[in-house]
């Protein structure tokens, strides 16, 4: 229950194109979705994160959007450049400060 | 954003050896610090949640006398991976999360430490 569940494992999009990485949970204790992009030999780093009372929230070129009723939530990176090839994490917590679950990993690769 | 500084980023070490690491809250009080381990390719697993002036919570299959935590004042943890061998070889992250309240969910990550044991 305590899992989250992400695909795809790699993507490849095209510079321009848009990049959709879904992630699904069971926990309906959850209340804080974040995503970290992280790249080679880097610590993970904070993009956007939701909270469960508001379906979308958007940032420059990244949204994340967030069904309740079937708790999935979603990244979107419009207008993919070469530069967000990294490995992308969605995470869940309860809130309060407690421990993150993470998904996966989704490697994406925006060729030029 | 909040920085958290990550000490060494990279060590090698012999096998049987201590390796320490630290990580550090820049510019915030840290009163949680978590610790994480990944290996090539995969997600990050957490290993404990450290609190400031108490015992670090280990998750379970993590050895507590071969990790040992330390989270002595609100900006720093220490890591330390006692008589490390070659399966030890990872790549540590810590994060730091703010005190609880409209910021308090969110973690902070730092760089990660590669460790090499030969």
């Known amino acids: 229950q305590q899992q989250v569940k992400q695909s795809p494992q790699s993507l490849i999009v095209q510079k321009g194109g848009i990049s959709i990485i879904n992630c699904a949970y069971e926990?309906?204790?959850?209340?804080?979705f974040p995503w970290y992009q992280q790249f080679p030999g880097k610590g993970p780093a904070l993009l956007i994160a939701?909270?469960?009372?508001?379906s979308e929230k958007k940032e420059g070129r990244f949204t994340i959007s967030f069904n309740k009723s079937a708790k999935q939530f979603s990244l979107h990176i419009m207008d993919s450049q070469p530069g967000d090839s990294a490995t992308y994490f969605c995470a869940a917590s309860e809130g309060g400060g407690s421990r993150l679950t993470f998904g996966e990993g989704t490697q994406l690769t925006v060729n030029p | 954003g909040a920085v958290v500084s990550q000490h060494p980023s990279w060590v090698i070490c012999k096998s049987g050896t201590s390796v320490k690491i630290e990580c550090r809250s820049l510019d915030f009080q840290a009163t949680t610090m978590f610790w994480y381990r990944q290996f090539p390719k995969q997600s990050l697993m957490l290993m404990a949640t450290s609190n400031e002036g108490s015992k670090a919570t280990y998750e379970q299959g993590v050895e507590k006398d071969k990790f040992l935590i330390n989270h002595a004042s609100l900006t720093l943890s220490t890591l330390t991976v006692t008589s490390a061998h070659p399966e030890d070889s990872s790549f540590y992250i810590c994060s730091a999360r703010p005190p609880a309240g409209g910021a308090g969910d969110i973690q902070y990550f730092g760089a990660g430490t590669r460790l090499s044991v030969l």
């Open positions: 926990n309906t204790a959850f209340d804080y």
């Open positions: 939701i909270r469960p009372d508001v």
